[in-house]
T-cell receptor, first 115, second 113 residues
Framework: DAGVIQSPRHEVTEMGQEVTLRCKPI?????LFWYRQTMMRGLELLIY????????DSGMPEDRFSAKMPNASFSTLKIQPSEPRDSAVYFC?????????????FGEGSRLTVL | AQSVTQLDSQVPVFEEAPVELRCNYS??????LFWYVQYPNQGLQLLLK??????LVKGINGFEAEFNKSQTSFHLRKPSVHISDTAEYFC???????????FGQGTRLTINP
């Protein structure tokens, strides 16, 4: 079975450019999470969706960041304009919203470098 | 709000030696506890979880963890490590009834031959 699929795996861009990261969750999962991982701050939850609806976006750093989930099989995280401090690995994860176990299944991440 | 503290950022051990990775949490309500592992250039994978019942939880790859409510700890152990255990390990906590999973800063486990 396919896991969580993220694209691109690597992105190098220049400051000021728009960046769009994409995620396809596991089929049947109805919760989707975006995390950012940096050496300084570790793993930070940016936003999560339940049944395509954003539930908590308190981790989104600022207005330059936006996330959408137009349907159950696709989500995007957009940064516009990008800045060097946005350089990080961005992970998407999905889970079944059933019971307390709630295991998160992570994608392999999108490594973003902003020059 | 809940939080997680992993007391060691790096733990070097020799191959076949035992290891303990420490995790403490704080929460005003009951929580579920998890350990995830991240191998180089990969996403996180679930190692084990504590939901209720027996405080000793066994996971994959020979790892186990013990929930200690009085000390608010959930330390991860393995009696004999292998080179392939080299990875970063994350402790995480979820408040009961919530979806949000809060991770600790991670502990990098390095196995020396």
């Amino acid at each position: 079975d396919a896991g969580v699929i993220q694209s691109p795996r690597h992105e190098v861009t220049e400051m000021g450019q728009e960046v769009t990261l994409r995620c396809k969750p596991i089929s049947g999962h109805n919760s989707l999470f975006w995390y950012r991982q940096t050496m300084m701050r570790g793993l930070e939850l940016l936003i999560y969706f339940n049944n395509n609806v954003p539930i908590d976006d308190s981790g989104m750093p600022e207005d330059r960041f936006s996330a959408k989930m137009p349907n159950a099989s696709f989500s995007t995280l957009k940064i516009q304009p990008s800045e060097p401090r946005d350089s990080a690995v961005y992970f998407c994860a999905s889970s079944l919203d059933l019971g307390p176990s709630g295991e998160l299944f992570f994608g392999e991440g999108s490594r973003l470098t902003v020059l | 709000a809940q939080s997680v503290t992993q007391l060691d950022s790096q733990v070097p051990v020799f191959e076949e030696a035992p290891v303990e990775l420490r995790c403490n949490y704080s929460s005003s309500v009951s929580v579920y506890l998890f350990w995830y592992v991240q191998y180089p250039n990969q996403g996180l994978q679930l190692l084990l979880k504590y939901l209720s019942g027996s405080t000793l939880v066994k996971g994959i790859n020979g790892f186990e963890a013990e929930f200690n409510k009085s000390q608010t700890s959930f330390h991860l152990r393995k009696p004999s490590v292998h080179i392939s255990d080299t990875a970063e390990y994350f402790c995480a906590v979820r408040r009961q009834g919530a979806q949000k999973l809060v991770f600790g800063q991670g502990t990098r486990l390095t196995i020396n031959p």
